[in-house]
């Protein structure tokens, strides 16, 4: 397997913030004792965490106004890849990668998928790509993809989305997600239910296409592009789609996908609750879809989403294994550090909601203790998890601290020679 940072300077971090580690370790370690929890059992459980990349998240996003191109961004498929297995190098929590096509389209799938698993990685979920024109298409997706009214169009972007499915075969992926930004600027502009008709027709042709052992997750989003009217807009509209596709069409909560204020954890235990959850795309945002890193700016959230998911687990079992991912937009900071805090901090959530005594909180909550069954909730989210995940990193061969450790590196100065900004990059945060 190749590694790209030397391992010897990994171990060389490592070992000039061992004695620390362990001492922080151990503290905590005698805290989690006195509550009746043991540490290693949680080190154990963080060990086993895994989100995927998205390969778009590698290159320095954009906004409507615009990008400022970061120094040594990946210039195709493959140096997105080795930008995905530094972060896995050192965080030990990202061993697979989300394409999206065609972005990632490669002209040989065998080469990117044995480059890939050089790297120590595997593919996850592939992406569609239908809001957007590419060069050459044939129809325009400004009036909508899956839901538009030219027929030509929506065979379009459904052979797009077939093409997509037997590209992520090729890749080792099982899952297709699917995020249309089909809708209406203005009232009028279309058929409300017409629209999502033509929506569930088209998806029934992918759906069609799925190989057995495949999920494909339907992705919605409050707005943007579309102003008025999104087709797939909430997670009532995912579900009602989920459920008419069948048993293999489940849904897709992206953190930053809904109205402010939406109480996302509780759309976690419904969706979880009546078996049709089917992934995440982690973000944090403070408006809208803002792309924000994950638990940026707000950490609680997303441990309540995890304490949802514990519960989930709990009752569900083995079955019960909804698909993690990323998906932000790095503006302004170097988009493998952003990619390795995040991981770390969807790690730490997970973590966190693992420390909740599920019997202790039943019985509270049964006892209508409200404050106690609160606090319970707040005790687990306020213990400092760091040692633990620090630990379950070098044990894994990662780094203590990967930020630090990949600025030692130098890996940015070493792309930033090799890889000249090209001109005219895209807005997509894809170059
Ligand atoms: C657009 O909102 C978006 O950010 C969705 O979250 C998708 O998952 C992503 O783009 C990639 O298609
Ligand atoms: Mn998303
Ligand atoms: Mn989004």
Not at 22 to 48: C, K, N
Not at 77 to 100: G, M, W, Y
Not at 371 to 378: E, M, P, T, V, Y
Not at 402 to 410: H, I, K, L, N
């Amino acid at each position: 397997m190749t590694t790209l940072i030397d391992a010897a300077l990994v171990a060389d971090h490592n070992d000039k913030l061992a004695a620390q580690l362990q001492a922080d370790y151990d503290a905590l370690g005698g805290m989690l004792a006195r509550r009746g929890q043991d540490i290693e059992v949680l080190t154990a459980l963080a060990q086993r965490f895994a989100v995927a990349v998205p390969s778009w998240g590698v290159g320095t996003g954009g906004t409507r106004f615009a990008r400022f191109p970061g120094r040594g961004e990946p210039r195709n498929v493959f140096e997105k890849i080795h930008d995905c297995a530094v972060i896995n190098q050192l965080t030990r929590a990202t061993p697979t990668v989300s394409p999206h096509f065609p972005w990632d389209k490669p002209t040989d799938a065998n080469e990117l998928r044995q480059k890939a698993d050089d790297l120590g990685l595997a593919f996850d979920a592939v992406n569609s790509n239908t809001f957007q024109d590419q060069q050459g298409q044939e129809h325009t997706y400004k009036y909508g993809s899956l839901t538009a009214g030219s027929a030509a169009t929506r065979a379009q972007a459904v052979a797009h989305n077939i093409d997509c499915i037997e590209l992520g075969r090729a890749l080792g992926s099982k899952a297709l997600t699917v995020w249309v930004g089909d809708g209406a600027n203005f009232p009028g502009q279309s058929n409300l239910r017409g629209a999502l008709e033509r929506y569930l027709d088209s998806m029934r042709a992918i759906y069609a296409a799925l190989p057995d052992d495949w999920n494909v997750f339907i992705e919605h989003k409050l707005f943007e592009p579309a102003f008025y009217a999104t087709t797939i807009a909430d997670w009532g509209t995912s579900f009602a789609c989920a459920t008419a596709l069948g048993p293999k069409a489940k849904c897709l909560v992206d953190l930053g996908h809904h109205a402010p204020n939406t109480n996302i954890e509780m759309i976690v235990a419904r969706l979880a609750q009546f078996g049709k959850l089917g992934g995440f795309h982690f973000n944090d945002s403070k408006y809208g879809d803002d792309d924000l890193d994950s638990g940026s700016i707000n950490p609680f959230q997303l441990f309540l989403v995890f304490n949802e998911l514990a519960d989930a687990a709990q009752r569900d079992g083995a079955g019960f294994n909804p698909a993690y991912m990323l998906d932000q937009s790095h503006n302004v900071t170097d988009p493998i550090e952003s990619l390795m805090n995040s991981a770390v901090e969807v790690q730490r959530a997970y973590v966190q909601a693992a420390l909740v005594d599920r019997a202790r909180l039943a019985e509270l909550q049964e006892a209508n203790d409200v404050l106690l069954s609160a606090q319970a909730l707040k005790t687990a989210f306020r213990t400092d998890v760091s040692p633990i995940l620090a630990m379950a990193r070098v044990r894994a061969g990662g780094a203590a601290d990967p930020v630090a450790c990949y600025r030692t590196s130098g890996y940015r100065d070493k792309v930033a020679a090799s890889r000249p900004a090209k001109a005219g990059a895209s807005s997509s945060g894809i170059v």
